[in-house]
């Protein structure tokens, strides 16, 4: 540093570089925070005001304001960090300025030139971000990219060099050199070395509103998911499977506790937790038995299913209320380009591997993560549920506009987009299972949570004596909104056994009546486990033939609550928050939870059916007649005008047994015919 | 020898360099926003997949691939006559 008359000077300058920096990148975040909301038509503000304006009186928490403050501590930090470099990086140019209005030049084109490679680097890295604009220009290419980092490292590394001294100098330069060489060499492939060889690893792989017609196995021959149909041709595939309830919380509840929600308490997304088992028989168990037990999931806002469930660890971006907002104001070049490193875990561990911020979100991170956590000599249960072919579709990357599937219909036309995606991700994740060893001796189960339904004309049911208007909708959209659409019932369920990596169980396809609950039951048989005296399970163990299928098995479904603002086909946020925020609260932990006093009472609105061969039998709380459907051919009858011959009688009274005593369930005294039949 | 550069050729050189910087990123910027205007439509569900790329960002095509974009007419949504966007319209999904 200089010491003399003109070194003071430039002490002094430096000071105030750095602050006139600061506010300069203040004033940069401002201009984009602005410009995003031009472009997309609704700001920030307007955003929180449609959570705020729900009149929820514990919409803040100290969890919630310390996540949020959290957040903006370390963006702040990180652009003083930023600004920093700039200053730096402007010292060896202030040495070369003749006045103080050059310095000032310098200055604001280095500022400039760090803004243009930053924004030119998100539009390249990150084509859909809002603030992208750069995407199509030349500065986002590479050359221009590396040639303009190469120029400011170089300032920075001079302005460096100047401040400290040569030893020092180098010491950072070797330190940041064993840092970045040791990150590289960290990133080997271990391999699986099983100690105990009686224990199986057990995957159930989650395939977020993943719809049977449109794979291979259902007919589908647009090949949009070959990864997924090539699993699937070499698995025990259950057709129509049914999920308890089209939501992911209360179908991965389901499914873990092998029990229906009625059973097991979680009727909602977001449940009270008090008012939920959190009883899971398979992961105590396995805990027992030595496993590492481990749930992964790529987006966390309606399912918080975490390590009080019993799980030893826990995948994916943080869960809380605060993950609604992060994700909604994130879209800044600063952050999207530090979130896929690793230091990105601690500083946006709301945004890390979070689907939920897709344009960020790379798949094959969060499968690195998943497979990184898992025991390399432990037998693992992994259950992992990937959310990308759920709404909103967004993607980091833009996808190949096909005219061939575009139909008129955007959800439809982005979800079998987004189909393919997710197929990558799958195909990756199970050829790196193998790789590492993890399927050398391996029970895998493929599923959906729930389907989506998209109004596609070749779903709607029909009914050929109704005349005129009905006022029964038999269409909707989404899932878990209509339990007599079909498509948002029926899910994916496939089970592969796999020795020395290659699946050993011979494909067939069984045709029954199956749901969700009966993977439990199924993997307690399989690894001879036991349940204590005072557990049972709701569902059966899955046949391995279609000889052995129960023909009299009966399976039950329920709707979530109505909620208007994502019945449509172009869901708004704000209407969606606005409708529904006054339903939850924000406990001390950070989490929204449905108020239990409304949960009560939305049970009362739930619509439930039963499944019995071809047909389903429906009851809906605002509808008053029962409502039979046949599945195969599609049509839906009301039944006291139903002639034929579906044995509806028998379905009912199953559907009377199993809802029996829960809240608002059969006001209209349906159950009584069942009786009446019997008498008549 | 060391050529001495005029201090006020400097300051010229530099302002050109500002003023580039602020057009690289300005120019795109706008011309961006003026597109987002072209393609707005005033009721949502009647919009093209072009709008939906310019104001969500998410989709469907790069300017490398814009057919999506030049021919946005070919690519319009259909209106879903059911849609409940009214939050105080209070029937529920199973009714009309």
Known sequence: MSHDSMGKNTTVSMKRTLWRTIALLILFIILLINYRQLIQGQSLFSFIAAISSAKSDTSLSTGLLWDLVYFFVVLLVLHLIWAIIITLSCKPLFHLAANENIKTQYWLSVVLMHITLLLAANAYFYPTSLVGFLRATPFSEPYFLIGLSLLLMGLFLLGLYQLMTKMSFMLFCLSATVIVAGYLSSERTPHFIAINKQSPNVIIIGIDALRPDHLAYRGASNNLAPQLDHFLSQAIVYDKTYTPMGRTYVAWMSLLTGQYPKTHGAR??????????????????????????????????????????????????????????????????????????????????????????????????????????????????????????????????????????????????????????????????????????????????????????????????????????????????????????????????????????????????????????????????????????????????????????????????????????????????????????????????????????????????????????????????????????????????????????????????????????????DHLDKCNLVHQSIEN | MVIKISPFFIQWLLTILILLLLTINIVPAWHNYQEKIALTSEITSESSLAEHYISRGGWPASKDNNSAIVHYQQYLIKTDKTDKTDKTDKRLPTQQ
């Open chain 1, 268 to 665: 909602f997304n977001l449940a009270p937790p008090e008012l939920v088992t959190k009883n899971m028989p398979l992961i105590r168990e396995l805990n027992q038995r030595g496993y590492q037990t481990t749930y992964a999931m790529d987006e966390r806002r309606f399912n918080h299913i975490d390590k009080t469930y019993g799980f030893n660890q826990i995948i994916g971006p943080q869960a809380g209320a605060a993950d609604t907002i992060i994700t909604n104001i994130s879209d800044l070049p600063l952050i999207n380009l530090l979130i896929n490193t690793p230091i990105s875990k601690t500083l946006f561990p709301y945004l890390y591997i979070n689907r939920a911020y897709g344009k960020a979100y790379v798949p094959s991170h969060f499968n690195r993560d998943v497979l990184a956590s898992l025991s390399m000599d432990r037998p693992n249960l992994l259950a992992v549920h990937f959310c990308m072919l759920h709404w909103p579709y967004t993607s980091k990357d833009f996808v190949t506009p096909d005219p061939v599937l575009w139909q008129g219909n955007y959800n439809h036309f982005l979800y079998q987009q987004l189909i393919k995606q997710v197929d990558n991700q799958f195909g990756q994740f199970i050829n790196n299972l193998n790789q590492q060893g993890l399927l050398n001796d391996a029970i895998v189960f493929l599923i959906s949570d729930h389907g989506d339904s998209f109004k596609l004309d070749k779903d709607l049911l029909q009914n050929e004596r109704v005349e005129g208007k009905t006022s029964l909708a038999v269409s909707a959209w989404g899932h878990a909104t209509n339990v007599i659409v079909q498509e948002q019932n029926e899910v994916v369920m496939a089970y592969s056994r796999f020795k020395k990596g290659k699946p050993v169980s011979e494909h067939v396809k069984i045709e029954g009546t199956f749901s969700l609950v009966d993977i439990m039951p199924t993997l307690f048989n399989e690894l001879d486990l036991e349940l204590s005296n005072d557990e049972n399970f709701d569902g059966k163990i899955l046949p391995l033939t279609n000889e052995l299928v129960d023909r009299t098995r009966m399976v039950f479904v329920e709707s979530s609550r109505p909620v208007n603002s994502i019945n449509t086909s172009f869901i708004d946020e704000k209407k969606v928050l606005s409708e529904t925020a006054a339903t939850y609260e924000v406990r001390e932990s950070g989490r929204a939870v449905m108020k239990p006093a409304i949960y009560f009472n939305l049970i009362e609105e739930k619509q439930r059916a039963v499944y019995f061969k071809a047909w389903q039998l429906a009851m809906l709380p605002n509808y008053d007649e029962l409502v039979l459907v046949n599945t195969t051919n599609k049509q839906w009858h009301n039944l006291t005008n139903y002639q034929g011959d579906a044995p509806w009688q028998k379905m009912l009274s199953a559907l009377c047994e199993h809802n029996r005593g829960d809240i608002g369930f």
